[in-house]
């Protein structure tokens, strides 16, 4: 097993452990972002423990970050400022622009995961490299 794929793994993993901390600390999560917290602490848990389900569950969330991401970005000039109104500005970037970036940084995190986990698969990792 590649060391990218060690680290991506661990990178799942304090996504998912940190969406989980948030919620057991009483921010508002909905279940479907537990759920997929979920699948992510599970993924990167199962993957350093060299587990198939593991590469599984972390490519399809590889996968699945990379099209939403694609998807909000061609959203992101169509979202009505009424959803804009109460929303941040973080570094003074006005928050269309930072969902806008937002979903450009999940895209492209999520192609990187799922280029780094595809040219590891778990037939590869016979001994120690």
């Excluded at 060299?50 to 990379?66: A, D, P």
């Excluded at 806008?100 to 595809?118: H, K, N, P, Y």
């Amino acid at each position: 097993m590649r060391i990218t794929t060690r680290l991506i793994a661990l990178f799942w993993l304090l996504v998912g452990a940190s969406i989980w901390w948030s919620a057991l600390n009483g921010a508002p999560t909905p279940f479907s972002l537990r759920f997929f917290a979920t699948i992510q602490t599970l993924g990167g848990i199962f993957l350093l423990m060299r587990l198939t389900i593991g590469w599984v569950f972390l490519i399809t969330m590889s996968v699945f970050t990379m099209v939403t991401g694609l998807f909000a970005l061609l959203s992101a000039p169509f979202m009505p400022d009424e959803m804009l109104r109460n929303a941040p500005q973080v570094l003074g970037v006005p928050p269309r622009w930072l969902v806008a970036l937002t979903a450009a940084a999940g895209a492209v995190i999520g192609r990187l995961c799922w280029l780094g986990l595809s040219k590891d698969p778990p037939t590869r990792w016979g001994g120690d490299e």
